[in-house]
Every structure is written in structure tokens, then in C-alpha cells.
């Protein structure tokens, strides 16, 4: 079963707005990572938040996590037709001397120019 | 910097052929995970690997085997492909330092 649960599963905003997206675990954690896919390409990273961290900032984006509700919120302010792709969260687990990430459904964001 | 490789990109078999997927690191990590990705499903772990000689069932290993014959490459294998097996699979290692996962570019398979 999936760890992480994206939604909405889908999102069309405007150039410019904020686009914020949310992604709920069931099972405890080390820490929480969010990435991104280009339609036809692999996933790049783009920010990890840790269990003992509350907020983190890169850029654009801001993460939250809240591991009381295991939840976390991905927003990206002042959205480009760029940012138009897939966005999933990933958690891990660890297991057998390594780490697990079971990765989310997606959020699919479309920024309209 | 090549980074993560797969091969090959566009792979048609019929059901009951056998083939290999390969993926090759040159980033020295330890820990190599092969995913397939199916639309509305996200990605699912098929299998992984710590180190080298070692690998691991993830959530969804049956149908596939892999090899970690060594810290380079990792590679997966269909014995006898079905139609439930066309996805596209990608391969993923992962900076222990860090702990970000890189991706290759994905290999999508057909089964017929």
C-alpha cells in the first residue's frame, strides 16, 4: 500500500499564484522528502525536511511538516508555467542497513501562462 | 556527470519473453532501488539493494529478480514478462550523506 497520499491529485492555477499541495504518511519517520517530475523524465529532488523540523524554505518553496497528524504541505509561491510536472513526497523506513522511500500518488500541477 | 543510467529507454516484448534491465551509478553509492511507475499509482518499490551482494523485496517484487553483482550496477530481471508488467521502471540510488534519492530517466517496457 502506498505510504504517502498526495492531494488534490490534480491542480491548474494561473502564473503567479501559489500552488500548494499536501501529502499524508501512516507510519513514522526519519525524514520527508518532496520531488518533482517533467512529464517522460525521472524524479529530481527537491527539498528533505526532517522529523525534528517544522518548516523548511528553498527558494520558492516552503515545506511543513507535522508528524503529529503526518502530514506535510508543499507550496510554491509565485508559480512559472515552469513549474508545470508532477510533484510526489517520499518517506523512508529503514530496513536491511538502508533506507526504504515509499513515494506518494502525485499531485499534478499545471501552471497556465 | 553521468549519474544514473538506464537501459535500455523503449523495450516491446511478448508475454512470456525474458529480458533484463540495466542501470548503472557512478556516484559510488551504496544503496541502488528499482521502482515502476504506473499512471494513478505512483511509484512502487520492486526491490533494493544496501550494498553490494545484498538486495531486499520491496512492495511489490514478485514476477522480477535482481543482481547487485557489484557498487555499480543493479540490474532487474523478468523471467517471463506479462501484460500486468507493461509500467514504466526506473532505477534509483541513494547519497547516504544526504539522503536524496537520484532517478534515472526511466525505461518503459510493453508487454503484448
Known amino acids: 500500500s502506498q505510504q504517502g497520499e498526495e492531494d488534490p491529485q490534480a491542480l491548474s492555477i494561473q502564473e503567479g499564484e501559489n500552488a500548494t499541495m499536501n501529502c499524508s504518511y501512516k507510519t513514522s519517520i526519519n525524514n520527508l522528502q518532496w520531488y518533482r517530475q517533467n512529464s517522460g523524465r525521472g524524479l529530481v529532488h527537491l527539498i528533505l525536511i526532517r522529523s525534528n523540523e517544522r518548516e523548511k524554505h528553498s527558494g520558492r518553496l516552503r515545506v511543513t511538516l507535522d508528524t503529529s497528524k503526518k502530514s506535510s504541505s508543499l507550496l510554491i509561491t509565485a508559480s512559472r508555467a515552469a513549474d508545470t510536472a508532477s510533484y510526489f513526497c517520499?518517506?523512508?523506513?529503514?530496513?536491511?542497513?538502508?533506507?526504504?522511500?515509499?513515494f506518494g500518488t502525485g499531485t499534478r500541477l499545471k501552471v497556465l501562462a | 556527470n553521468a549519474g544514473v543510467t538506464q537501459t535500455p529507454k523503449f523495450q516491446v516484448l511478448k508475454t512470456g519473453q525474458s529480458m533484463t534491465l540495466q542501470c548503472a551509478q557512478d556516484?559510488?553509492?551504496?544503496?541502488m532501488y528499482w521502482y515502476r511507475q504506473d499512471p494513478g499509482m505512483g511509484l512502487r518499490l520492486i526491490y533494493y539493494?544496501?550494498?553490494?551482494?545484498?538486495?531486499d523485496k520491496g512492495e511489490v517484487p514478485n514476477g522480477y529478480n535482481v543482481s547487485r553483482l557489484n557498487k555499480r550496477e543493479f540490474s532487474l530481471r523478468l523471467e517471463s514478462a506479462a501484460p500486468s508488467q507493461t509500467s514504466v521502471y526506473f532505477c534509483?540510488?541513494?547519497?547516504?550523506?544526504?539522503?536524496?534519492?537520484?532517478f534515472g530517466e526511466g525505461s518503459w517496457l510493453t508487454v503484448v
Open positions: 539493494s544496501a550494498s553490494e551482494g545484498t538486495t
Open positions: 534509483a540510488s541513494r547519497d547516504a550523506s544526504g539522503n536524496t534519492i537520484y
Open positions: 517520499a518517506t523512508d523506513r529503514k530496513a536491511s542497513g538502508t533506507y526504504k522511500y515509499i
Open positions: 556516484m559510488n553509492h551504496n544503496s
